[in-house]
């Protein structure tokens, strides 16, 4: 539970000017919980982008789960299927905007949901009717 609240927290004061894994910066890190909330934040953005988000929800279940003394359930399994929503979402967000975005390190869709969209966009571009192959984006 204090993971996902910790992750929620450094992905909340992300700032695109702290050292980190895709930003060479000098100086101290404003995320709230410095270097560490850095790179992970940055690590998770620059991976899945917002989307990675929906990670946080599942951890925080098996975390509430552990703390009333049931088990955390199929934590691996709630965690591959919320990865898979993640980058879905991703792949989504860069069909609609695959363009680089100040602020975040991969994009609105991450580096996995933007080579998701471009062989989307590969597949598509073997459709030969654009009134077929637009409409499927």
């Given at each position: ?17 702290d050292p980190s894994w895709s930003t060479a910066a000098g100086g101290p890190a ?108």
């Open positions: 539970l204090v993971l996902s609240i910790a992750m929620a927290v450094a992905l909340i004061t992300h700032s695109s000017t404003l995320n709230w919980l410095g270097s560490p909330g850095a790179y992970a934040s940055d690590l998770l953005l620059l991976l899945l982008g917002p989307g990675g988000a929906v990670l946080l929800p599942v951890v925080a279940l098996a975390g509430i789960r552990l703390l009333g003394g049931q088990p955390g359930g199929r934590l691996g399994r709630a965690l591959l299927v919320a990865t898979a929503g993640a980058w879905l979402i991703g792949m989504a967000a860069g069909l609609l905007a695959g363009s680089a975005v100040s602020g975040l390190p991969g994009g609105w869709g991450g580096v996995l949901g933007l080579a998701g969209a471009s062989g989307w966009n590969a597949l598509l571009g073997l459709i030969p009717e654009p009134a077929i192959a637009g409409p499927s984006r």
